[in-house]
């Protein structure tokens, strides 16, 4: 079973149902393959804890699962960084710490989230690929959207604050997870990404995956530009280099 749960504002607007409207929520999202009698007596604690604003746990066919978190159909910008934890995840006091940062009186609209990792994720595969830090027991990300993706001082604004706020978990950090990051990356958090050397194979998996770079895109036509292939010239100009 996968499991995450979310912490957001709801903004008290009339596209959003009425018992949601206004209010500081947590969300619950699972997933799990096998038969449903055994998933329901696996969140059946769940079920326990309070009564829920809305429940909609059930068996659902796959070309179904973009409704999960049932995203406005329109076109929304957004940003996004994520922090891989180990598997003792974080201490309450710094968990605190984050959950204020993100809260309802933040700056921005924050979207905070934990997702519960091992499982088929810890295992490494037969031939290695370019999938690091399969050691993470959590990952820890926020999201924000902005209306305005062309002002650059907004959308520096929320990157600041979504740094800000994760830094009390910094200290448990094993690296960071590529899927989790929306909007131009530092050459330093790319790194944290596919390694920095700390762990055996992490230089060369960064090595492997700038020389395919250059052997298959030596024109920088993939957005996220490594270095030594297409150099900063064959990239987008918002591209990060890996330097």
């Not at 796959?62 to 922090?83: G, I, K």
């Not at 062309?150 to 740094?163: C, I, S």
């Not at 395919?212 to 292939?229: I, N, V």
């Amino acid at each position: 079973m996968s499991s995450a749960v979310s912490l957001l504002p709801v903004p008290d607007i009339p596209a959003v149902p009425a018992h949601r409207r206004g209010r500081y929520l947590a969300q619950v999202h699972l997933a799990f393959t096998g038969s449903r009698e055994e998933g329901e007596r696996l969140v059946e604690p769940l079920r326990t804890i309070g009564a829920p604003l809305a429940d909609d746990l059930r068996e659902m066919p796959y070309a179904e699962c973009a409704s999960v978190f049932s995203e406005p159909d329109t076109p929304h910008a957004y940003r996004s960084t994520n922090l891989l934890l180990g598997p003792d995840g974080l201490a309450e006091d710094a968990l605190r710490s984050v959950r204020a940062a993100t809260g309802p009186e933040a700056e921005a609209m924050c979207v905070l989230s934990m997702r519960h990792m091992g499982g088929a994720f810890a295992r490494p595969p037969r031939v290695p690929n370019a999938v690091p830090h399969r050691d993470a027991g959590y990952l820890l990300y926020v999201l924000s959207p902005f209306t305005a993706p062309g002002e650059g001082a907004d959308a520096e604004a929320v990157r600041a604050l979504h740094e800000r706020a994760l830094a009390p978990a910094a200290g448990c950090a094993v690296g960071r997870n590529a899927n989790f990051l929306y909007g131009p990356q530092s050459p330093g958090t790319l790194r944290e990404v596919y390694g920095d050397g700390r762990a055996a194979g992490e230089c060369s998996r960064l090595a492997r995956l700038r020389a395919l770079k250059q052997q298959y895109d030596p024109e920088g036509l993939f957005r996220f530009s490594l270095l030594g292939a297409g150099g900063e010239t064959g990239a987008p100009n918002d591209a990060p280099v890996i330097a």
